[in-house]
């Protein structure tokens, strides 16, 4: 019997080995080829593109961000998961492709299709009006969509042609913009599970789902205050590249059923009788009218499919623009980019990691060729801890007497704000998300939980700080200290951002609150310096700082080998098995999820809950 279990043991382990090193060889394998033909790619990239008579075919599924991140954390799920390539597009190179379009007296037309395209509601207002002044130069634009909401319908709206298809079951959904939340309070009260929350800041609505059934007034005059005015730029926006009456826009908002009892529930008919868009196509209709306009031809050569007008993608077109700045420059303008929920640890999507942030600070640091940072701030803020790590690398960075520059994209709140506090001029986009400056804790309790099923906590401490655990209700002297962490919290951080904005403590403290506010109207109560794209804050920097002769510098962390083939295969457009496609919202929510876990823990937020934008 002896014999036959040290046959099986030694069976098992050849066959183990022989299993990993099949393993490997695979993986091995499939990196290889993939990195060659990555590098293939790669070179054969650049190719000479002649765009003469050509159609662009101006179609991103994805998300448009500040900067691509590149890699995720897990390696191994990425070889063997499954799923759509995730696809990030950097804002900056979306508005150089359509101001080169703008300027193209070669091209035919751009053929226009959003529907799988995320953005955030500031960067698409300068998509928007990208489009329409490549509209304006005379190029013809032709959107061709299956539906579209609020953001999406804003860039197709400024097409020369809008399409829209006839059996399209979402139609145009134009409806604004709104914000709901779960109310749990009574959920986990009838799960006798408490959570205690510790806030500074009125306007702070973070922790209201745990503490609320339903909205509260604060809540509702800053998020109102904030969205109106957007609102009302994209009704403005939408109409004026529809050539649309004012008010068309609010009332099919508001009178949607009314409209479409009135076509038998026919949608796409409502759309076009109030001139939401030119004609409706079926897919094979809008194909056939391309040939007609345009003439046939094969839209990708790449690709075995139905013919249509001889055209270019966005990629191949972006690689034949050259770079804006002067390549040969030794001055460097350092971006760092802080985007998403801030989070210690590495980057990842929908994470700004905070240790990946301060080795890309601490990169331009050492850089003598930087004369100047300014960072790039698309973020709802996060973790206390976190932020002031960020802070403090460039104050470490401005010790070396160079100046950090803020530019603020779609959102720069709460811990967003955090990480400018050491900056010297803060530029802002009108309609950014800014503010929220407060912070909170919240803290899970199962007291009563353990009660009802009959579990018993007892045990001893060696001192009265040790004596507490989640397991049971929290004690009023645990939650004075907490609340009073808290607040000092919020303290140093009004105070902070008062002393970066030249500000006594009480004045900004009436601004402050948690309440968030629009780019203008904080630049209006002292929170910003100035109003402007980061294109406008590239010149100024220049100027202030009298480079002539310069170029910009987006800093990245260092990557992992795996990362590097990644990257390659990613610019070549190699087909990897990734997992499914974070969208921008996904991306956020995720993050926060890991924000919020506290395991009994204290641990401060600085999140901006409020910043939320649905449709």
């Not at 009480?506 to 929170?527: F, P, S, T, V, Y």
Request: negative net charge; contains cysteine.
């Amino acid at each position: 019997m002896k014999k036959i279990f040290l046959w099986m043991e030694n069976y098992l382990n050849k066959f183990r080995r022989v299993f990993v090193a099949l393993v490997t060889l695979g993986i091995l394998l499939f990196v290889t080829f993939g990195l060659l033909g990555g590098i293939a790619g790669l070179f054969a990239g650049d190719e000479e593109i002649d765009t003469t008579d050509q159609v662009l075919y101006f179609e991103l599924s994805g998300v448009i961000v500040d900067q691509p991140q590149t890699g995720t954390p897990d390696p191994l799920t990425i070889i063997l998961g499954g799923g759509d390539n995730p696809t990030s597009y950097a804002l900056r190179d979306v508005l150089k492709v359509l101001e080169s379009i703008a300027e193209d007296e070669n091209l035919k037309a751009v053929y226009l299709d959003v529907d799988n395209l995320s953005m955030g509601p500031t960067s698409a207002l300068a998509i928007a009006d990208a489009i329409k002044n490549i509209t304006d130069s005379g190029v013809r634009v032709i959107s061709y969509t299956d539906g579209l909401a609020t953001r999406g319908y804003l860039l197709a709206s400024q097409a020369s042609e809008l399409y829209l298809n006839t059996h399209s079951y979402l139609g145009i959904d134009a409806a604004g913009f709104s914000r709901k939340r779960e109310y749990m309070k009574d959920f986990y009260n009838n799960i006798k599970i408490d959570y205690e929350i510790f806030v500074a800041g009125d306007f702070k609505s973070g922790p209201e789902p745990y503490t609320r059934t339903n909205m509260s007034e604060n809540d509702k005059i800053a998020w109102n205050a904030f969205a109106d005015p957007l609102w009302n730029r994209y009704k403005n926006t939408m109409e004026n590249g529809r050539d649309l009456e004012s008010g068309v826009i609010q009332s099919y908002g508001d009178n949607f059923d009314i409209l479409s009892n009135n076509e038998n529930g026919d949608m796409p008919r409502v759309a076009l009788n109030l001139g939401l868009v030119d004609g409706l196509m079926t897919h094979q209709e809008i194909r056939n009218y391309m040939i007609a306009e345009f003439g046939n031809g094969v839209k990708n050569k790449d690709l075995d499919e139905d013919e249509w007008p001889q055209g270019i993608s966005y990629g191949e077109y972006l690689s034949t623009l050259d770079d804006t700045y002067n390549e040969d420059a030794e001055d460097l303008i350092a971006i760092i980019n802080v985007e998403g929920v801030i989070m210690t640890g590495q980057e990842a999507p929908g994470t700004a990691g905070s240790d990946s942030i301060v080795e890309k600070i601490n990169k331009a640091k050492h850089n003598d060729d930087v004369k100047a940072m300014i960072l790039r701030v698309n973020s709802p803020g996060g973790d206390v801890y976190a932020s002031e790590l960020i802070t403090n690398a460039l104050a470490d960075f401005k010790s070396t007497e160079r100046e950090v520059y803020v530019s603020m994209g779609d959102i720069a709140a709460s811990g967003g704000v955090w990480v400018t506090t050491n900056s010297t001029e803060i530029w802002a986009e009108e309609t950014t998300l800014t503010g929220s400056i407060g912070v909170y804790s919240i803290i899970p309790t199962l007291g009563r939980a353990l009660d009802w099923a009959g579990v018993n906590i007892d045990g001893v401490s060696s001192t009265k700080m040790g004596e507490w655990d989640p397991s049971q209700p929290m004690p009023d002297y645990i939650k004075k200290y907490f609340q009073s962490s808290v607040d000092g919290m919020y303290e140093n951080f009004v105070s902070t951002v008062a002393s970066n904005r030249g500000m006594e403590y009480d004045d900004m403290l009436k601004i402050a609150g948690g309440r968030i506010w629009a780019g203008n109207r904080a630049q209006e109560l002292g929170l910003v310096d100035s109003i402007g794209s980061l294109e406008d804050v590239i010149k100024h920097v220049a100027e202030v700082n009298e480079l002539e002769d310069y170029k910009v510098k987006y800093f990245t962390r260092d990557l992992e080998p795996w990362e590097i083939f990644l990257e390659i295969s990613r610019n070549a457009n190699i087909e990897l098995p990734y997992s499914a496609t974070r969208e921008l919202l996904l991306q956020e929510l995720n993050a926060f999820e890991q924000l919020v876990k506290q395991d009994g823990k204290f641990k401060p937020i600085s999140y901006c809950s409020e910043c939320e934008l649905f449709n």
